[in-house]
């Protein structure tokens, strides 16, 4: 399996978890990052959140699962919260946890 991230996303562990620097963000701002897991044997089971304001969308694919993760901008203050996607590789369960980081003022 392969990771497809964009420079946001700095890997903790190795395939297991990653923080997602949105820095400082005015209110309102658009916030949508996406995360790729590229594979062919990859299968969806869940994705959980912290909260609310954390709103992740699956999009599963022939050559794999994407996650695209928003943000509700219109809340003041610190960004701390998580999202974690569940998935089969070749029949392995495994997750991913991404932690969202940042400050909207």
Not at 71 to 81: H, L, R
Request: net charge negative; proline share 1%; glycine share 8%.
């Amino acid at each position: 399996m392969e990771i497809v991230k964009n420079e946001k996303f700095e890997e903790l562990l190795e395939n297991e978890a990653y923080d997602l620097n949105l820095g400082t963000l005015k209110v309102g701002a658009n916030i949508e990052e996406t995360l790729k897991l590229v594979g062919e044997n990859l299968t969806h089971i869940s994705i959980t959140k912290s909260c609310g304001c954390t709103m992740p969308k699956v999009i599963i694919a022939s050559d794999g699962i994407t996650i695209n993760i928003s943000y509700d901008s219109n809340k003041i203050g610190i960004i701390n919260q998580w999202v974690k996607e569940r998935y089969l590789d070749n029949g392995t369960q495994k997750e991913i946890r991404i932690n969202l980081k940042g400050e909207i003022v």
